[in-house]
């Protein structure tokens, strides 16, 4: 049974940037044909999906985040990694890491509804 969680601070200072770790466990981040993404939800708001990576280390990032965002993995470690540049109040929120099915040339993986195993989930504040 595939498993995510997520890890990392859950208070990052204003300007700075956030790192956020997902640990996949009992399957291979490797493994056709599947992306992992990050996905975001701000207090009071709906889910954003930030960007993902493929199985095959392909990345796609959601274009009003894309000049802040980089999605790396560790395949060692079977992990992948979302780093955050100049955060500001607003990017507090849930931050999720999850799995959805990846075919080159189809762009599901940027809905967010089509994402099918999912984290916990951790919460991320941005404050001084």
């Known amino acids: 049974q595939v498993q995510l969680r997520e890890s990392g601070p859950g208070l990052v200072q204003p300007s700075q940037m956030l790192n956020l770790t997902c640990t996949v466990s009992?399957?291979?981040?490797?493994?056709?044909?599947?992306?992992w993404g990050w996905i975001r939800r701000p207090p009071g708001k709906g889910l954003e999906w930030m960007g993902c990576?493929?199985?095959?280390?392909?990345?796609y990032y959601n274009p009003s985040l894309e000049s802040r965002t980089s999605i790396s993995r560790d395949t060692a470690k079977n992990q992948f990694s979302l780093w955050l540049t100049s955060v500001t109040p607003e990017d507090t929120a849930v931050y999720y890491c999850?799995?959805?099915?990846?075919?080159?040339?189809?762009?599901?993986?940027?809905?967010?509804?089509?994402?099918?195993?999912w984290g916990l989930g951790t919460q991320v504040t941005v404050s001084a």
């Open positions: 009992g399957g291979s981040i490797t493994t056709s044909w599947y992306a």
């Open positions: 990576i493929a199985y095959d280390g392909s990345t």
């Open positions: 999850a799995r959805v099915e990846y075919y080159r040339g189809s762009y599901r993986f940027r809905v967010s509804d089509e994402y099918d195993l």
